[in-house]
Antibody
Framework: EVHLVESGGGLVQPGGSLRLSCAASGFTFSTYSMTWVRQAPGQGLQWLSYISGSSGIIYYADSVKGRFTISRDNTKNSLYLQMNSLRAEDTAIYYCARDMGVTGADDYWGQGTLVTVSS | QSVLAQPPSASGTPGQRVTISCSGS????????VNWYQQVPGTAPKLLIYNDNERPSGVPDRFSGSKSGTSASLAISGLQSEDEADYYCAVWDGSLESRLFGGGTKLTVL
């Protein structure tokens, strides 16, 4: 059974940094692209970043380009999101998801981890 | 304001058929398959439809997707109380090199 478990969220001051992790199990992690999506309180879904199975292809949303870095360690079946220069508007639940490889559809999602940026 | 336009709300009574629209452009919906997600408040999104009209295993055939030009639609037939949720369309935009989500539609079962 596919499982995705995010961790690393918490309270951070504006301008600070945080590294999110997503532990994957139940599938051959290296053969799937992965994505990060967030949802601010009471708001809709916002796509953040995509990474291919080999890490050879990476995309970012304009809102996080230059501040967030996606990466993965296929030996550890783990996905990461390094978040720097955090702003209040980055406060959200952050989800990792598996890209099923068809039209960018994410077929499995983690439960999410909450990031709160506040002084 | 989202690049993909969805109505903010929709409603129906049990047993009815409702549709939710998603309007985009030639660089997104007009070029590649559309995906739809269902999100019950407090839970993670769930893939409902991918590649315009395909259902993942386990999704009831009451849910169907369609597309015409730069607009897509999600139809839910035989509406049930458990269908009350937020629904999002999503698609890759080749011009922006970015995945887009619609603003979401809150479906209320009256």
């Amino acid at each position: 059974e596919v499982h995705l478990v995010e961790s690393g969220g918490g309270l951070v001051q504006p301008g600070g940094s945080l590294r999110l992790s997503c532990a994957a199990s139940g599938f051959t992690f290296s053969t799937y692209s992965m994505t990060w999506v967030r949802q601010a309180p009471g708001q809709g879904l916002q796509w953040l970043s995509y990474i291919s199975g080999s890490s050879g292809i990476i995309y970012y949303a304009d809102s996080v380009k230059g501040r967030f870095t996606i990466s993965r360690d296929n030996t550890k079946n783990s996905l990461y999101l390094q978040m720097n220069s955090l702003r209040a508007e980055d406060t959200a639940i952050y989800y990792c998801a598996r890209d099923m490889g068809v039209t960018g559809a994410d077929d499995y999602w983690g439960q999410g981890t909450l990031v709160t940026v506040s002084s | 304001q989202s690049v993909l336009a969805q109505p903010p709300s929709a409603s129906g009574t049990p047993g009815q058929r409702v549709t939710i629209s998603c309007s985009g452009s030639s660089s997104n919906i007009g070029s590649i398959g559309v995906n739809w997600y269902q999100q019950v408040p407090g839970t993670a999104p769930k893939l409902l439809i991918y590649n315009d009209n395909e259902r993942p295993s386990g999704v009831p055939d009451r849910f169907s997707g369609s597309k015409s030009g730069t607009s897509a639609s999600l139809a839910i037939s035989g509406l049930q109380s458990e269908d009350e949720a937020d629904y999002y369309c999503a698609v890759w935009d080749g011009s922006l090199e970015s995945r887009l989500f619609g603003g979401g539609t809150k479906l209320t079962v009256l």
